[in-house]
């Protein structure tokens, strides 16, 4: 099966076409805002972090916006610094560099204040759009695709319908021969035990426990309670009682295939099929991790309703709780309300969701794209200094 | 899994429904568990998407969704009573579970 996308000279595909603008740093935060603001084509990160971090902090933090900058749905990419951050424009943009891509830099200190800033970058932007006009989609297999996987704002009907649902979409595209992103670690607790049994090997089982248990631990560790934040409020006004009730829902947006590889926050797979990526349960952070890992298009389950969608590639939202999908009409791109109603099978709707990630990887709009939003925030691991 | 029905039953080894409709204190509800047809009667009203006991659970006891244990009973839960927060705790993601 194919879709229409792009490839790129490094042989990478992509569904959107985007300039991407970074701020190195929450300080450069507000221009690059400004140089992308009503430039059609061009989007920038919501990036508040960039300064005074260390160690692996520093090093996830970079890791993120170099995957966004790396991300194949991104055409090319102007970093926007001001000039003595920690992690740098210059670097920031040599990194990504190295993908084949136009990469810029510009620093707000160097370029002598924001205003000279904004239309320096304003004209960047623009020779990039030019080009970026000229590329052209073409018929790609489906098998080169990378699909994250979400839930956000769960109830009763994300574990009855809309994840089984997403589940069945899950396999439909392992079995093309593409990749699905499985993550959110801490809703996995509870319902670990049937993933670790689906792993291509013990070894590959026995990470998915290891995650587990250093997440359990280093709640304990910190003194905190999971369940203050998790089952959320939400979770249980609409029925979830427990983190294991909520997990055993979670874990249905996986399907059913081999699990081939555990992977950190914001990394690549290195294997096609069936991949759990180590991240919180938090939907942005998760998000963005799975984006810089190289993801081109995701989907996200959710009962009570959530706007969610990412700078640089299609989040299609599902819900299976038909008031919300009423309610909620401008942000929810599938109902299946119909499966909790007994009156559509899981594997319909899955066909459903399965076409449908091919015409929005095709170029359809996603209602959350449609809608402008654009949703950023890094997995922060360390205090700022 | 209990078609059209007002509430429903995920895996066989279940020991809790899910009420796909709000369903008020009193009512009959009709469902299929292990192949064959049951009716309970609610000693509670159980709001949309909440889940209620298939049969009576005693106190200290697993709570079975999804084929899996979510939770134990911190009371005796009679069948057709609500199974929520306040008679169910997790075992999983508390501080004092090292």
């Known amino acids: 099966m194919e879709f229409m996308g792009y490839r790129r000279a490094d042989g990478k ?13 929450v300080c450069s935060q507000g221009a690059a805002e400004a140089i992308t603001r009503n430039v059609k084509g061009t989007v920038y990160l919501p990036n508040v972090f960039g300064c005074a971090q260390v160690g692996p902090d520093r090093e996830q933090t970079k890791r993120s916006l170099v995957g966004f900058g790396t991300n194949p749905n991104v055409y090319a990419v102007l970093v926007v610094g001001n000039g003595c951050e920690t992690i740098g424009a210059k670097e920031l943009a040599g990194a990504i560099q190295s993908s084949d891509k136009r990469v810029e830099y510009i620093e707000i200190q160097d370029e002598g204040g924001t205003k000279k800033t904004i239309a320096r970058g304003r004209k960047i932007v623009k020779e990039m ?6 590329v052209q989609r073409r018929p790609i297999p489906v098998s ?48 670990e035990h049937l993933l670790a049994r689906r792993a291509r090997t013990s070894e590959i089982g026995k990470q998915v426990l290891d995650l587990i248990a250093w997440w359990e631990k280093e709640a304990i560790r910190t003194g905190q309670d999971i369940r203050g934040a998790n089952p959320a409020p939400g979770n249980i006004a609409g029925g979830i009682t427990t983190l294991e009730e909520k997990s055993l829902g979670c874990i249905y947006k996986g399907g059913t295939t081999t699990l081939e590889e555990v992977i950190p ?44 969608g990412s700078p640089i590639a299609p989040v299609i939202k599902i819900s299976a709780n038909a008031e919300t999908c009423r309610k909620m009409r401008d942000n929810i791109d599938i109902n299946v309300s119909q499966v909790v109603q007994g009156k559509e099978t899981v594997k319909a709707a899955g066909k459903r ?33 | 899994m209990a078609q059209k029905s007002k509430a429903i039953v995920i895996n066989e080894n279940d020991n809790v429904a899910t009420a796909t409709v709000p369903l008020k204190i009193g009512t009959t509800v009709s469902l299929t568990t292990q192949g064959l047809s ?54 999983r993601g508390r501080k004092e579970c090292a």
């Open chain 1, 144 to 191: 080169e695709l990378i699909l994250g996987t979400e839930c956000g704002g769960s109830d009763y009907t994300s574990g009855l319908g809309s994840n089984p649902s997403v589940g069945a979409a899950s396999d439909l595209m392992v079995e093309a021969g593409g990749t699905v992103i499985l993550s959110e670690t801490t809703e996995l607790i509870g319902a």
């Open chain 1, 353 to 385: 969701i399965f076409e449908e990630i091919v015409a929005v990887a095709s170029g359809k709009l996603t209602k959350a794209e449609k809608l402008g939003q654009r949703d950023f925030s890094i997995f922060k691991i360390g205090l700022n200094f």
């Open chain 1, 13 to 25: 595909v992509a569904v959107r076409n985007h300039v991407l603008v970074i701020p190195s740093v």
């Open chain 1, 265 to 308: 926050y914001a990394f690549a797979p290195s294997k096609r099929g069936l991949i759990l990526m180590d991240t919180p349960g938090h939907d942005i952070d998760q998000l963005t991790g799975m984006m810089a890992g190289g993801c081109q298009i995701a989907v996200f389950t959710t009962g009570r309703g959530t706007p969610t």
């Open chain 1, 129 to 134: 759009l030019a080009d970026a006009a000229k």
């Open chain 2, 38 to 91: 049951e009716k309970i009667k609610l000693l509670s009203s159980i709001p949309m998407g909440h889940k209620f006991a298939l049969v009576a659970i005693p106190r200290g006891s697993d709570v079975i969704k999804y084929g899996e244990a979510i939770g134990q009973t911190t009371a005796p839960i009679a069948k057709g009573e609500h199974v929520h927060v306040h008679n169910v705790i997790g075992h």
